[in-house]
């Protein structure tokens, strides 16, 4: 649901499009000229803004320029009787999201609802990712040893390009972490990051949720959806898991990255994307298009460029850093004031096998924090299997 102004000097058209997307769920409210609608869009604080090209006094491009002086990230619908190419591109020129012509097709739900839907998750795919960029500035790949300086110089070289990416190795050693630091210092860093887990979905659902399903094309497909593809068009697409994607959807997908075009599940038209794939998984491939449950030629596709990330018992050099930044992440997040670890307690920590890689060292931290006696974390606060190893080293 989200809040959206309808400008409109036709109180008919302005009234049946506000109807119409109410019944869509959304909270709409109208303004008759664009003098209104700036007197009401510092109080409303839209989500989106729906205005007409073509009103007297102050024109909808008027007011797109003004909103966008002082809110620019303010999702804004252009919509004419009197479209062309040039008030289109003027439109957009501008700072509109999108363009749209009135007429009588405009107020049938699901052209209406396709349009504010594409603009609206657009904003919020960009604020995501806006997001996730801030958070990720400065500490893409967090260690200090050779394989970390290894990793860090394969990101800075593979970046720039639109190769695909293939990155291996077990569960939570960060290959997600390194996936989003391809995207974010590659030149497709103001586009979309889009993930799907390959895993994670049943294979009936899979194949609508990479290209999109039109509506009524399968029992619970109420409306036009797009798919990932869509959504990552001009930005980088991640397949998590890949090596669990079923051996029926694997041909379709290489048939996606051949021709560079989907196709709606239950659709005919074709629809060009402009993606970059990274793919992880903690599967070998190889092993897997030998025993016949991956494709070879997708597994050639993907790995264009292959990275192999090492598991943490392996970086051993890295802990010291990870435990630094998430003593640093629980501080912030809860309150915390602990000053850092005592020399025997990372000296334990870097003994550990860590099998489940980061993911489980960011939980002993965290449990630590919970439960400890100090503003110093001791051995005695951390729940790990040979406590007694730094102790009895230090007896000898």
């Given at each position: 649901?989200?809040?959206?102004?309808?400008?409109?000097?036709e109180e008919i058209m302005r009234d049946m499009i506000a109807d119409t997307l109410e019944l869509s769920g959304h909270r709409c409210s109208v303004a008759a000229n664009p003098q209104v609608a700036l007197e009401?869009?510092?109080?409303?604080?839209?989500?989106?803004?729906?205005?007409?090209?073509?009103?007297?006094?102050?024109?909808?491009?008027?007011?797109?320029?003004?909103?966008?002086?002082?809110?620019?990230?303010?999702?804004?619908?252009?919509?004419?009787?009197?479209?062309?190419?040039?008030?289109?591109?003027?439109?957009?020129?501008?700072?509109?999201?999108?363009?749209?012509?009135?007429?009588?097709?405009?107020?049938?739900?699901?052209?209406?609802?396709?349009?504010?839907?594409?603009?609206?998750?657009?904003?919020?795919?960009?604020?995501?990712?806006?997001?996730?960029?801030?958070?990720?500035?400065?500490?893409?790949?967090?260690?200090?040893?050779?394989?970390?300086?290894?990793?860090?110089?394969?990101?800075?070289?593979?970046?720039?390009?639109?190769?695909?990416?293939?990155?291996?190795?077990?569960?939570?050693?960060?290959?997600?972490?390194?996936?989003?630091?391809?995207?974010?210092?590659?030149?497709?860093?103001?586009?979309?990051?889009?993930?799907?887990?390959?895993?994670?979905?049943?294979?009936?659902?899979?194949e609508s949720e990479l290209f999109g399903h039109e509506k009524g094309s399968f029992t619970g497909a109420l409306k036009t959806r797009r798919g990932k593809f869509e959504l990552a068009d001009g930005g980088t697409?991640?397949?998590?898991?890949?090596?669990?994607?079923?051996?029926?959807?694997?041909?379709?997908?290489?048939?996606?990255?051949?021709?560079?075009?989907?196709?709606?599940?239950?659709?005919?038209?074709?629809?060009?994307?402009?993606?970059?794939?990274?793919?992880?998984?903690?599967?070998?491939?190889?092993?897997?298009?030998?025993?016949?449950?991956?494709?070879?030629?997708?597994?050639?596709?993907?790995?264009?460029?292959?990275?192999?990330?090492?598991?943490?018992?392996?970086?051993?050099?890295?802990?010291?850093?990870?435990?630094?930044?998430?003593?640093?992440?629980?501080?912030?997040?809860?309150?915390?004031?602990?000053?850092?670890?005592?020399?025997?307690?990372?000296?334990?920590?870097?003994?550990?096998?860590?099998?489940?890689?980061?993911?489980?060292?960011?939980?002993?931290?965290?449990?630590?924090?919970?439960?400890?006696?100090?503003?110093?974390?001791?051995?005695?606060?951390?729940?790990?299997?040979?406590?007694?190893?730094?102790?009895?080293?230090?007896?000898?």
């Amino acid at each position: 649901m989200a809040k959206i102004l309808v400008v409109d000097d036709e109180e008919i058209m302005r009234d049946m499009i506000a109807d119409t997307l109410e019944l869509s769920g959304h909270r709409c409210s109208v303004a008759a000229n664009p003098q209104v609608a700036l007197e009401q869009i510092t109080v409303l604080n839209p989500d989106l803004v729906i205005s007409d090209y073509k009103m007297p006094g102050m024109t909808g491009i008027d007011l797109l320029k003004v909103i966008k002086k002082d809110r620019p990230s303010q999702p804004f619908l252009m919509m004419t009787a009197f479209g062309t190419i040039e008030t289109a591109v003027e439109a957009l020129q501008n700072g509109a999201d999108h363009f749209i012509e009135k007429g009588d097709n405009l107020t049938k739900s699901e052209i209406l609802e396709h349009a504010v839907n594409m603009v609206l998750d657009k904003y919020r795919f960009r604020q995501e990712n806006s997001a996730l960029k801030k958070r990720l500035v400065g500490k893409d790949f967090i260690g200090q040893g050779e394989k970390y300086i290894e990793l860090n110089k394969f990101v800075e070289t593979v970046a720039p390009t639109n190769a695909s990416v293939l990155i291996t190795g077990e569960s939570g050693v960060g290959k997600e972490v390194l996936a989003r630091a391809v995207h974010y210092q590659s030149l497709r860093a103001g586009g979309p990051f889009i993930k799907i887990n390959c895993a994670a979905l049943p294979e009936s659902l899979i194949e609508s949720e990479l290209f999109g399903h039109e509506k009524g094309s399968f029992t619970g497909a109420l409306k036009t959806r797009r798919g990932k593809f869509e959504l990552a068009d001009g930005g980088t697409l991640l397949l998590d898991e890949i090596g669990e994607m079923p051996l029926a959807m694997q041909s379709k997908l290489l048939r996606v990255l051949q021709e560079r075009v989907v196709v709606r599940v239950g659709g005919d038209d074709e629809i060009k994307v402009d993606v970059r794939l990274i793919c992880t998984t903690n599967r070998d491939l190889k092993n897997e298009v030998s025993k016949g449950t991956f494709r070879e030629d997708l597994y050639y596709r993907l790995s264009v460029v292959p990275l192999h990330v090492p598991p943490l018992r392996e970086r051993a050099e890295d802990i010291p850093p990870l435990v630094n930044y998430f003593i640093n992440k629980f501080n912030e997040e809860n309150g915390y004031a602990v000053e850092g670890s005592s020399d025997d307690a990372m000296e334990l920590l870097q003994k550990q096998k860590w099998q489940g890689n980061i993911r489980q060292l960011e939980n002993a931290v965290e449990r630590a924090m919970v439960f400890r006696k100090s503003s110093l974390l001791q051995i005695e606060d951390f729940d790990l299997e040979d406590k007694n190893v730094v102790k009895s080293k230090k007896r000898q």
